[in-house]
Nanobody, 122 residues
Framework: VQLQAFGGGLVQAGGSLRLSCVASGRTFSGYTMGWFRQAPGKEREFVAAISWSGDSTSYADSVKGRFTISRDNAKNTVYLQMNNLKPEDTAVYYC????????????????WGQGTLVTVSS
């Protein structure tokens, strides 16, 4: 599976962005899809995950209520809608695909996109 993430950019605190991740190469619908982020000098951290069917989701506490993950298997695309952004959300955001149900650990994912930078100004 090849993944390509895009949609990052510069936004003011309180604003919104929607990230997209397009998959190609293999069956997209069979994978849990996840979003992770990595801020400068910090480890990669879990943001959200969605099951292959889209019926189940999981979120990090820091983004719960502000971010929404969704997927469109017909378009081989997973989305991350980010609302009420905060400066601490600034990071490179990565999408990933894996076989483990709603995994929250990056080592459980087999395929990764290249990352897209989100910068939130105060």
């Amino acid at each position: 599976v090849q993944l390509q993430a895009f949609g990052g950019g510069l936004v003011q605190a309180g604003g919104s962005l929607r990230l997209s991740c397009v998959a190609s190469g293999r069956t997209f619908s069979g994978y849990t899809m996840g979003w992770f982020r990595q801020a400068p000098g910090k480890e990669r951290e879990f943001v959200a995950a969605i099951s292959w069917s889209g019926d189940s989701t999981s979120y990090a506490d820091s983004v719960k209520g502000r971010f929404t993950i969704s997927r469109d298997n017909a378009k081989n695309t997973v989305y991350l809608q980010m609302n009420n952004l905060k400066p601490e959300d600034t990071a490179v955001y990565y999408c990933a695909a894996g076989a483990y149900f709603l995994a929250r650990t990056h080592t459980r994912y087999d395929y990764w996109g290249q990352g897209t930078l989100v910068t939130v100004s105060s």
